[in-house]
Every structure is written in structure tokens, then in C-alpha cells.
């Protein structure tokens, strides 16, 4: 009996893989959405994943900033978390290096926005410096077609800039001053909004009251980032 079950959901089986596409438009369908399915289905599941632990990391740190109200337990509190940030995003990085050997960034939109936009989440927070060049490249053109939000763009250039102490372009980093939160340097500061609102972004202003609701006012003793 046992065999004879077997033998039937063999059967059964091969009929239902070997059934021809249905014909005419929804065959053609059927087929691209066969084909989407197998070159993004796993690629997608695992950015998911990556972009997953790399929330909760930013999350449980941000959330810590607010109980560290002095300049001495946010310096402990930075360093002491450190290591998992460069666990994490050394992960990460490495994995996005080998993603973006074999396809481009618009690709992997076309495959699934979402994982692109996780993706980027995840390129803008590596500290491989020479990986970030790498990719502004494929998104300067992007960002001006209005493809890639402002907001992206402007981080990843500014968060190179920082990386290679040079003035900002954008504003986008900020740090502690004397307790005073504000941008970090940046270029021609004069124009500094005429060239966020070019790319879709609110001013410096609205943009360092946005910050300080989500961090916490700066510890009156405490400079730093």
C-alpha cells in the first residue's frame, strides 16, 4: 500500500512540473514571473536578514542615547558598543562587495525595491570607504533622474567626506559642540540649503530639529560625535 502511494504522488508529481505555460498573454506572465522569482528570491531573503540585524543594532544604540545624559557614560557608552558595530557591518560589507560584483544597484531595484533600498541602508553604513566611491558612482546618476531619494545620496557622499576629513556637501552628519547640536563642516555653508533643497531635502534647520527629537539634546559638558 505504502508503495503504491508513493508511486501515485510520483506520478502526480511529474504530470504537474512537465504541464505546459498556459499560451497567450498570461503564459507570458507566468514566465517573467517565474524568472523574477528565481534570480531574486533568495538574493532578496537574505538582504532582508542582513538589513534586519542591522536595524536592530541602530536601534538599541539610539535608544541608549537617551539615558546617557552625561559627556563620560556616552563616550563609554560609544566604545563600549563598538565591537558589534564592526562585527555586524564588516559582515555585511563583505557580502554587499560580492552582490554588487555581478549586478548593479538598478538591477537589484528591478529585481525588488525594497531590497534595494535596504541595500543601501546597509552600503551606507560600511566603513569600507573605497566600496562607498565604488557605488556613488552608480548612484550619482540615479539621484539626479530622481531614481534614489535625495536623502540617500546625500548621506553616503557626506558620510565619505567625514571619513576622509573633508568639509561636508550636504550637511547631513552631525555632532556636539560645547553642547550645542550641529552639522559638522561643511562647504560653502552659505548655499548649504539651495543644495539640500536641490535633491529633495528640508532645510539645515528643520533637518537639526528632526535630529535632536530623535537623539536627545547634547550633555552640556560634551563635544563629540
Known amino acids: 500500500m505504502r508503495i503504491e502511494v508513493l508511486a501515485f504522488a510520483i506520478g502526480l508529481s511529474a504530470c504537474t512540473t512537465s504541464a505546459p505555460a498556459p499560451a497567450g498573454p498570461a503564459g507570458a506572465q507566468i514566465a517573467q514571473f517565474d524568472a523574477r522569482l528565481q534570480?531574486?528570491?533568495?538574493?532578496?531573503?537574505?538582504?532582508?536578514?542582513?538589513?534586519?540585524?542591522?536595524?536592530?543594532?541602530?536601534?538599541?544604540?539610539?535608544?541608549?542615547?537617551?539615558?546617557?545624559?552625561?559627556?563620560?557614560?556616552?563616550?563609554?557608552?560609544?566604545?563600549?558598543?563598538?565591537?558589534?558595530?564592526?562585527?555586524?557591518?564588516?559582515?555585511?560589507?563583505?557580502?554587499?562587495?560580492?552582490i554588487f560584483a555581478e549586478i548593479t544597484w538598478r538591477e537589484l531595484q528591478d529585481i525588488s525595491p525594497n531590497a534595494a533600498e535596504q541595500s543601501f541602508s546597509l552600503i551606507s553604513h560600511s566603513s569600507?570607504?573605497?566600496?562607498?566611491?565604488q557605488m556613488v558612482v552608480q548612484f550619482e546618476p540615479l539621484a539626479r533622474e530622481g531614481v534614489l531619494q535625495g536623502d540617500r545620496y546625500?548621506?553616503?557622499?557626506?558620510?565619505?567626506?567625514?571619513?576622509?576629513?573633508?568639509?561636508?556637501?550636504?550637511?547631513?552628519?552631525?555632532?556636539?559642540?560645547?553642547?550645542?547640536?550641529?552639522?559638522?563642516?561643511?562647504?560653502?555653508?552659505?548655499?548649504?540649503?539651495?543644495?539640500?533643497?536641490?535633491?529633495?531635502?528640508?532645510?539645515?534647520?528643520?533637518?537639526?530639529?528632526?535630529?535632536?527629537?530623535?537623539?536627545?539634546e547634547c550633555p552640556a559638558d560634551y563635544s563629540g560625535n
Open 128 to 133: 569600507d570607504v573605497e566600496f562607498k566611491k
Open 39 to 98: 534570480r531574486g528570491e533568495a538574493l532578496v531573503a537574505e538582504i532582508g536578514a542582513m538589513y534586519a540585524r542591522d536595524r536592530l543594532l541602530r536601534e538599541a544604540i539610539i535608544a541608549g542615547f537617551q539615558d546617557t545624559p552625561t559627556a563620560e557614560a556616552r563616550v563609554a557608552y560609544i566604545e563600549g558598543t563598538r565591537q558589534h558595530f564592526d562585527r555586524v557591518d564588516g559582515e555585511n560589507t563583505r557580502r554587499m562587495r560580492q
Open 154 to 216: 546625500a548621506n553616503l557622499v557626506d558620510d565619505i567626506a567625514i571619513s576622509e576629513e573633508s568639509p561636508q556637501v550636504y550637511g547631513m552628519n552631525f555632532e556636539c559642540h560645547h553642547g550645542v547640536f550641529q552639522p559638522r563642516a561643511v562647504i560653502d555653508p552659505a548655499n548649504l540649503n539651495a543644495r539640500r533643497a536641490a535633491i529633495g531635502l528640508n532645510s539645515i534647520e528643520e533637518y537639526a530639529a528632526d535630529s535632536r527629537a530623535l537623539y536627545g
